[in-house]
Structures are given as structure tokens and as C-alpha cells.
């Protein structure tokens, strides 16, 4: 898959969503992890056993103001608005970061103003925000990660993927 994410929350308050998060983005090779106005730390977190936060950078921020991304890298706000994009018919930018509201509270509004893309999980009410990490993330590696479309009949014959991309030798051309 080309591209990268990151994961991120604006003000979580309890330590085992964020760290329930931050392994979930190390299960799908998040590139980097961060907190926006967090009332927690990382280091807090016990239901991360994966040690998330020694297999990826982890960046802090205590404002929003001072919130930063690359260069180049889109911001995803996944949060239930009426202007939301629902999940199944959002494109994921190649470089992104995702970022999720609070527990009892949405993304703040300085950070939705940020966003470059505001996304919904299509769903009657909100989810925690370790199965909306968990969905968001799957549906960015079904999107991007190569696979061959479903098969259209219940049960169908998988398709195969196709072989990886092998780099032979520089062509030399003779000059004449």
C-alpha cells in the first residue's frame, strides 16, 4: 500500500481507550499516533500490550493551535456530523491522519475546522472509540491495500492478487 496514516484522539479522558486505540493502530501499521487536548498519557494505558507506543512515534499536543501534520498529509475527522461523508463511499487520501472525538464528547470544533474530511460511521448511535478506530482503519486497507474486488455471489470464488511488483535492472540504451 502506498501512502501512510496516523491515528490520533482530541481530548480522551481514560487511558484504556487511548491505549485500546493506539494498538489498534500499531495492528494496522499506523505510521504514527498522537493526542490533541488529552487529559490522559500513553504511559497510563494498560490494555496496550502491544507496547504500541514503542513500535511508532507518538506526538503530543496540548492545543490544538499547536497541533501539526506533514507536509502533504490530509486530515480525516471520523465524527457524526449531518455534512459527514459516510465511511463506504469516502476515498482515503493516500497520506492521512485520523482523528477521533472524546468518549462522552465530539472533536472539538477548532479541530473540525482543520479537518480536511469529516467522516461517519453509518450506525444508529456512537461506538467506542477503539471499534470506530478498528472500522475506519479496516476500511482504509480494503480500500487501498491492493485487494481484488469481492466476488459478486455469496460464497464466491476468491480472486487471486496479483503477484508483487518485482524492480529488474536499469535499462542501458546504446547511443547511436
Known amino acids: 500500500m502506498r501512502g501512510y496514516f496516523g491515528v490520533g484522539v482530541d ?20 505510521s504514527f ?36 501534520l506533514p507536509t502533504g498529509c490530509k486530515l480525516v475527522a471520523v ?17 492521512a491522519a485520523y482523528v477521533f472525538g472524546a468518549e462522552r464528547l465530539s472533536i472539538s470544533k477548532e479541530m473540525l475546522k482543520r479537518a480536511d474530511y469529516v ?10 472509540v477503539g471499534m470506530a478506530g478498528a472500522i475506519v482503519l479496516y476500511d482504509r486497507l480494503i480500500s487501498l491495500g491492493g485487494y481484488p474486488p469481492r466476488p459478486v455471489m455469496t460464497g464466491g470464488k476468491q480472486a487471486d492478487l496479483p503477484p508483487p511488483h518485482q524492480w529488474g535492472a536499469p ?3 546504446d547511443k547511436r
Open 33 to 68: 499516533f498522537f493526542s490533541v487536548n488529552a487529559l490522559v498519557k500513553l504511559s497510563d494505558a494498560e490494555s496496550d500490550t502491544s507496547r504500541a507506543q514503542k513500535a511508532m512515534p507518538y506526538y503530543q499536543f496540548a492545543t490544538t493551535d499547536e497541533f501539526r
Open 79 to 95: 465524527e457524526i456530523t449531518e455534512d459527514a461523508v459516510e465511511l463506504p463511499r469516502f476515498r482515503h487520501p493516500q497520506r
Open 11 to 30: 481530548g480522551i479522558s481514560k487511558p484504556m481507550n487511548l491505549g485500546n486505540l493506539s494498538r489498534i493502530a500499531n495492528a494496522f501499521d499506523a
Open 171 to 173: 535499462l542501458v540504451r
Open 119 to 128: 467522516v461517519k460511521i453509518p450506525m444508529k448511535f456512537s461506538i467506542n
